[in-house]
């Protein structure tokens, strides 16, 4: 079984795939991307079995017929969050004025130029009035994280999710309640499945008991 899959989930993912095939013996081969990189993918023709995207990215294809109707399963929420690198210290971001203060005083923060925590991380610059006074790094895909390891950046911002599948690194924690925001990602039947019975088989697993603390371990609220 192909999957295709956003970046956001990648830690969890691959060990569900895992334990999907101890259970049923089903390989499922996973290939990780930006969701906007893969929604171009799959409008342009890629072949799978399932995508695991935003919940907007999987109800827009299928209005389009690129995934089959009513396969929709929301698998989990995403909270946007900040890093630094192991042993540095946290400076804080518990309010909105202290975020911004931390943002104000680092040497450079890295952020992604496609992922959805970088598209509303620019948006919220821009409407904290930061757009032209932060120093930032922006990264063309990937993990942000891995600018901290790297030192180009002294702060990374993106999918808390995707800041802990890059070693070396600590989560300071998520954004303040007042400009967190949320991201629903869920799975979705591509209209290229081989086994579309199949492929909503590997869905109900990913929304099951069974998933539920690998999804919480790797710093995704469970959908369920």
């Known amino acids: 079984m192909k999957l295709l ?3 956001a989930v990648m830690g969890a993912m691959k060990d569900l795939a895992a334990a999907y095939r101890a259970r049923t013996g089903v ?12 929604l171009e993918r799959i409008r342009a023709g890629a072949v799978g079995d399932v995508a695991i995207l935003t919940a907007q990215g999987i109800d ?3 209005g389009e017929g690129k995934m089959l109707p009513g396969s929709r399963a929301d698998v989990a929420l995403s909270f946007v969050g900040i ?3 192991a042993g540095a210290p946290k400076p804080d971001i518990s309010t909105v004025e202290a975020f911004k203060a931390t943002i104000l005083a680092a040497r450079c923060v890295a952020f992604s130029k496609i992922g959805a925590s970088g598209i509303y ?3 919220l610059l821009d409407r904290l009035g930061l757009a032209d006074k932060a120093k930032t790094f922006v990264v063309p895909s990937g993990f942000t994280a891995e600018r901290l390891v790297s030192g180009e950046a002294d702060l990374a911002v993106q999918q808390i999710s995707e800041l802990l599948v890059v070693p070396g690194i600590e989560v300071i924690g998520p954004l303040p309640d007042d400009i967190q925001t949320a991201a629903m990602f869920s799975g979705g039947v591509l209209s290229t499945s081989a086994d579309a019975e199949a492929a909503r088989g590997f869905l109900r697993f990913l929304t099951g008991p069974e998933a539920a603390p690998v999804l919480a371990a790797s710093g995704l609220q469970p959908a369920g």
């Open 5 to 7: 899959s956003t970046l």
């Open 27 to 38: 390989e499922v081969e996973p290939e990780f991307a930006p969701t906007v990189a893969l």
């Open 60 to 62: 827009d294809l299928i």
């Open 83 to 85: 890093a630094v690198k």
């Open 121 to 123: 991380f620019a948006g």
